[in-house]
């Protein structure tokens, strides 16, 4: 039997402070954030922008799975997106003059993660079907929905990253 430090993140327990509903989205989101850790510590700076075969690049999933989170959670909370986030979102992809290499992107991610688990500890279980609109054309959406998708989408990324960066690396 694996040791619970082992064990993927949904098998630990439940999070506390997490709502009950939530707890998914949490797990979700702790084990990206582990395996971003682990695929990212020694990955060589000088890779981070190729994009093998014309996919993503591992630094646009970096940022990507910050921004996405971001951009998400924002919408879950009811609000619009600010002009920092569209400028952000535009960036992502391009090599940034600042916080360009990989354990800044992967600090970032890291930072990200910790800011959407205080707000679902701050998420009244009871508004998760509360609507929410999506982007200026405020395309209906609820809490859950968002969470939910800010948690699928991160994993998607991760994935991607995790092959993208082996096949950089030659493994």
Do not use: C
């Amino acid at each position: 039997m694996a040791t619970p430090e082992k064990q993927e993140v949904w098998l630990r327990g439940p999070i506390p402070g997490i709502p009950g509903l939530l707890q998914p989205v949490a797990h979700a989101l702790l084990q990206a954030r582990e395996e971003v850790e682990k695929l990212m510590q020694g990955f060589p700076d000088d890779l981070l922008w190729e994009k093998p075969v014309g996919v993503a690049s591992p630094g646009f999933h970096l940022q990507h799975l910050r921004g996405v989170l971001d951009r998400l959670f924002t919408y879950a909370r009811g609000e619009q997106l600010t002009e920092e986030q569209l400028v952000a979102l535009r960036a992502e992809g391009k090599v940034p003059e600042q916080e360009g290499n990989v354990q800044d992107l992967v600090r970032a991610f890291d930072r990200q993660v910790s800011k959407a688990l205080d707000q679902l500890r701050h998420t009244d279980d009871q508004q998760l079907l509360a609507p929410r609109g999506v982007g200026r054309a405020k395309i209906p959406s609820t809490v859950l929905v968002l969470l939910v998708h800010a948690a699928e989408h991160t994993q998607r990324h991760v994935g991607q990253l995790l092959v993208t960066a082996r096949v950089l690396q030659g493994a």
